[in-house]
C-alpha cells in the first residue's frame, strides 16, 4: 500500500500529552519520520527511525511504532507546539516515499 | 551546518517552462540523497521524487512522473526541478530537503533532516 493515513486534527491541553498517530502497511516494513510544520516556515524533522530526534527537538517529542501504526507523542505540550504534523515513509511497493494526510494540532 | 538554499518566487503564465533550483552549503552534497516535496495552498505535503547528486540516480513518485524533471549539477552543488509547460494547478510552494537513512533492529528509517526555505510557484491561467 501506498498510503499512509492521520487524524486530520486533534487538540490538547496545555501541558498535557498527546499522541497522534500514522497507519499504513508499509510501517511494518520501515519506520516513519514525523515533520512539524508551521505556516510559513519550512517543516521541521522532529521525530525519525525508531526514537531518533535531531539536534534540537526537546525530549517531549518521542516516538514508536507497533504493527502498521507509527506514533508521536508529545508530553506536556507547549504552546509553540501548536502545528500541522506529517509523517513519511518508503512505500513498500515503489520505490519512493509517502507523506500522511497531516494532524493539525491545537493547543489550548 | 548542512543548509538547502533555494531560488526565489516565481510568478508564470499557463504554457510556460520553469526550472527552480535548490543550492548545497556546508555538507558533502554528492552524498546524500535530495527530494523535492509540494505543497498545494491550503493542502498536505506530497512527495514529488529524489535525486543522488552523485550519479544523477532520479526516482520519481507515481504521480509525479512524466509531469516534472529533476535533475542535479555537483559541479555547483544544485539539484533542479523543472516544467516544460506549466499549468495552474502547478500553483504551490516547493521544498527541497536532504535525505539520510539508518537500520535500526534491521529495520530501515529514512528522513529528511535539512530542508530549503521553499519556492513560491504562482502560475496564472
Known amino acids: 500500500s501506498s498510503e499512509l493515513t492521520q487524524d486530520p486534527a486533534v487538540s490538547v491541553a496545555l501541558g498535557q500529552t498527546i499522541t497522534i498517530t500514522c497507519q499504513g502497511d508499509?510501517?511494518?516494513?520501515?519506520?516513519a519520520s514525523w515533520y512539524q510544520h508551521k505556516p510559513g516556515q519550512a517543516p521541521l524533522l522532529v521525530v525519525y527511525?525508531?526514537?531518533n530526534r535531531p539536534s534540537g527537538i526537546p525530549d517531549r517529542f518521542s516516538g514508536s511504532r507497533s504493527g502498521n501504526t507509527a506514533s508521536l507523542t508529545i508530553t506536556g505540550a507547549q504552546a509553540e507546539d501548536e502545528a500541522d504534523y506529517y509523517c513519511n515513509s518508503r512505500d513498500t511497493s515503489h520505490n519512493h516515499w509517502v507523506f500522511g494526510g497531516g494532524t493539525k494540532v491545537t493547543v489550548l | 551546518e548542512a543548509q538547502l538554499v533555494q531560488s526565489g518566487a516565481e510568478v508564470k503564465k499557463s504554457g510556460e517552462s520553469l526550472k527552480i533550483s535548490c543550492k548545497d552549503s556546508?555538507?558533502?552534497?554528492?552524498?546524500?540523497?535530495i527530494g523535492w516535496v509540494r505543497q498545494m495552498p491550503g493542502k498536505g505535503l506530497e512527495y514529488m521524487g529524489i535525486?543522488?547528486?552523485?550519479?544523477?540516480?532520479?526516482r520519481y513518485s507515481p504521480s509525479f512522473q512524466g509531469q516534472v524533471t529533476i535533475s542535479a549539477d555537483k559541479s555547483i552543488s544544485t539539484v533542479y526541478l523543472q516544467w516544460s509547460s506549466l499549468k495552474a494547478s502547478d500553483t504551490a510552494m516547493y521544498y527541497c530537503?536532504?535525505?539520510?537513512?539508518?537500520?535500526?533492529?534491521?529495520?530501515?528509517?529514512?528522513?529528511?533532516?535539512?530542508w530549503g526555505q521553499g519556492t513560491m510557484v504562482t502560475v496564472s491561467s
Open positions: 527511525a525508531k526514537n
Open positions: 535525486i543522488y547528486p552523485g550519479d544523477s540516480d532520479t
Open positions: 556546508g555538507y558533502s552534497f554528492d552524498s546524500h540523497w
Open positions: 530537503a536532504r535525505q539520510i537513512a539508518v537500520v535500526i533492529e534491521k529495520t530501515a528509517g529514512y528522513a529528511f533532516d535539512v
Open positions: 508499509t510501517l511494518r516494513s520501515f519506520y
